[in-house]
């Protein structure tokens, strides 16, 4: 069974995010990521992201990691029609006149500003993480909201890697001058609508503990905390340091 969810990029980086199991004992979680960090050194990548439960904090500070923030997430089952709105429009950016790099502004406009402080790549890193991530055909996946001509946000729903009904968001944002109209909850809404046809059953969210604007968007739309933890990195130049 794996523990862990584990995303390579070449010698780039590694991003593990602890996968909860109730009946697994926390000493399994640490055994099982102590092997993954002894092949993560041996393979010389710059650094690696890790979401683990902050029970572990102590043990991983001695280990080098710095801890980057607290995130939270959040569930939901998805059955039943949501309530949307007629006057946005969605469109997929594969049917979109926006081109990529037009998309990726308007990605980097929505994180502007953002109370999330989990923002570990810059907007290159993260379109050209896209179809590695989502496939060949991730465009069909990025939705741009918009109203009267103006965009006003995007999102990314996808089905979880390693599941085949886990709903979840690459990204969901709203750009700053739209924000505090409500439109964070409605373009929300309608993203979880656009995960029942990928096959999704059930979605899970999550935010950095601080974005107080993006929880009540959950709490709003009907999603339940499900789980806390810690965002926490490590360098390999650190390593290469204590080695020394």
Same mark, same amino acid.
């Given at each position: 069974?794996?523990? &862990? ?16 199991v ?5 000493? @399994? !979680?640490?055994?099982? &990521? ?19 439960? +902050?029970?572990? +904090? ?15 997430? !959040? ?14 429009q969605?469109?997929?950016? *594969?049917?979109?006149p926006?081109?990529?790099s037009? &998309?990726?502004?308007?990605y ?8 999330n ?5 810059? $907007? ?27 965009? *006003?946000? $995007?999102? $990314?729903?996808?089905i979880e /890697?390693?599941?085949?009904? /886990? ?15 409500? !439109?964070?909850?409605? &373009?929300?809404?309608?993203?979880? +609508? ?9 979605y899970?969210?999550?935010? @950095? ?5 993006m ?12 789980? $806390?933890?810690?965002? !926490?990195r490590i360098?390999?130049?650190?390593? @290469?340091?204590?080695?020394?």
């Amino acid at each position: 069974m794996n523990l &862990f969810n584990l995303i390579k990029k070449d010698q780039e980086y590694w991003l593990v995010d602890q996968l909860k199991v109730s009946h697994i004992p926390n000493i @399994d !979680y640490l055994v099982a &990521f102590d092997k993954l960090l002894t092949e993560w050194k041996e393979q010389n990548v710059v650094y690696l992201s890790l979401m683990m439960d +902050e029970e572990n +904090e102590d043990w991983l500070l001695k280990r080098r990691f710095k801890k980057v923030s607290s995130i939270v997430e !959040y569930t939901k089952i998805l059955e039943g029609p949501v309530k949307t709105s007629n006057s946005v429009q969605v469109v997929a950016l *594969s049917d979109s006149p926006v081109s990529d790099s037009e &998309f990726a502004l308007l990605y980097d406009a929505c994180r502007t500003g953002s109370a999330n402080k989990n923002n570990l790549f810059s $907007i290159s890193q993260i379109m050209e993480s896209l179809e590695r991530e989502l496939g060949e055909n991730w465009r069909d996946q990025c939705f741009i909201f918009s109203q009267n001509g103006m965009n *006003s946000g $995007i999102s $990314i729903p996808h089905i979880e /890697e390693g599941t085949t009904d /886990e709903g979840r968001m690459f990204y969901f944002g709203v750009v700053p001058e739209q924000r505090c109209k409500g !439109y964070g909850k409605l &373009f929300h809404a309608i993203t979880m +609508e656009l995960l029942k046809p990928l096959g999704a059953k059930i979605y899970v969210g999550s935010t @950095d503990t601080g974005n107080a604007p993006m929880r009540k968007i959950f709490e709003a739309n009907g999603c339940t905390l499900r789980d $806390i933890k810690g965002i !926490y990195r490590i360098d390999m130049e650190k390593v @290469d340091e204590l080695i020394k």
